[in-house]
């Protein structure tokens, strides 16, 4: 797009000119963002009267009462700043030796940088951020911490997709995918979790290391958290055989029926859960004092 040099000696800019003008402009501590139209080099550009101006060139004008024959130079590098303070008058080289020499990057290619205004989708306070045109654009989130809330709340948002939540009494019963001993599963960072355990930490937090997550209402597939309590290994037992909940033995004299076994059934199945659940057999040799091969062959079992 061609910008012409604006006559205001013979064409003076009305009171509606240049209201139109300071409403594209969003002023911050340092620097004047333009927020109206951009040229592809990143420079404000605003249409008064049939003709393109630079925006940065205007406000110059209408602070300083004159407008310059020169070359505009941006002191900040921010090419869609209109803040006079930051623009000096030179030519074109001028520029160039007074970026090189306050050791300032020259961003060389034009159309780079640009300074927007967003709001932040978690908290909605407003912030600026620097963009260019060619890298796509982030989802506008304020801060490190505003990106980790809100991409809680999209993974919560999905798991409880697979939920029907409309009784909040009765049980939550996962309708993805099942894992054979009845608990529900989900691919969470390219690894399969247990969705009742899933469900527990988004709602109460992480499970500290070690405790089990019980079902008050013994359905291995519900997640509705108020069915959900935490607990040791022994009141996770306690638990089962209260209920009367028993694992058979697949073949043979296998797990507990074997007089020489260390694991009672209900621990092995344990050991399944939580190598599903990610735990390496390493992790779990140690958590239950046996050797790597043994975890391995229960899991295998
Ligand atoms: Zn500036
Ligand atoms: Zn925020
Ligand atoms: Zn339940």
């Given at each position: 797009m061609?910008?012409?040099?604006?006559?205001?000696?013979?064409?003076?800019?009305?009171?509606?000119?240049?209201?139109?003008?300071?409403?594209?402009?969003?002023?911050?501590?340092?620097?004047?963002?333009?927020?109206?139209?951009?040229?592809?080099?990143?420079?404000?550009?605003?249409?008064i009267h049939g003709k393109n101006m630079l925006a940065h060139r205007m406000a110059y004008y209408l602070i300083n009462g004159v407008m310059t024959e020169k070359y505009l130079c941006h002191s900040c590098d921010v090419r869609n700043c209109v803040n006079p303070a930051h623009l000096t008058p030179g030519t074109q080289h001028d520029n160039m030796k007074n970026i090189y020499q306050s050791g300032r990057k020259w961003h060389g290619k034009p159309s780079d940088e640009q300074k927007v205004q967003r709001t932040c989708l978690n908290c909605s306070s407003i912030f600026m951020r620097t963009v260019t045109i060619h890298r796509k654009e982030l989802e506008p989130l304020c801060s490190p911490n505003c990106r980790k809330e809100w991409n809680r709340r999209d993974i919560a948002e999905q798991f409880w997709?697979?939920?029907?939540?409309?009784?909040?009494?009765?049980?939550?019963?996962?309708?993805?995918?099942?894992?054979?001993?009845?608990?529900?599963?989900?691919?969470?960072?390219?690894?399969?979790?247990?969705?009742?355990?899933?469900?527990?930490?988004?709602?109460?937090?992480n499970i500290p290391p070690g405790l089990h997550?019980?079902?008050?209402?013994?359905?291995?597939?519900c997640v509705n958290p108020t069915h959900l309590s935490i607990g040791t290994r022994s009141e996770n037992m306690q638990d089962a055989s209260r209920k009367g909940r028993t694992y058979a033995p697949m073949r043979g004299l296998k797990g507990e029926l074997n007089p020489?076994?260390?694991?009672?059934?209900?621990?092995?199945?344990?050991i399944r859960d939580r190598h599903a659940q990610g735990e390496?057999?390493?992790?779990l040799a140690k958590a239950y004092g046996l050797g790597k091969t043994t975890i391995a062959r229960i899991i295998k079992s």
């Open positions: 061609k910008t012409t040099s604006y006559d205001f000696a013979t064409n003076p800019l009305t009171e509606t000119d240049q209201q139109r003008f300071w409403a594209k402009v969003q002023k911050t501590n340092t620097c004047w963002l333009w927020v109206g139209a951009c040229m592809m080099n990143g420079y404000g550009l605003l249409t997709s697979h939920v029907d939540r409309s009784n909040p009494d009765s049980c939550w019963n996962w309708q993805g995918r099942l894992h054979r001993n009845g608990y529900g599963q989900i691919g969470f960072r390219s690894r399969d979790r247990l969705a009742h355990r899933f469900a527990w930490r988004l709602v109460y937090g997550i019980l079902h008050s209402c013994d359905n291995p597939s020489f076994s260390k694991l009672t059934n209900l621990q092995r199945q344990e390496s057999y390493g992790m």
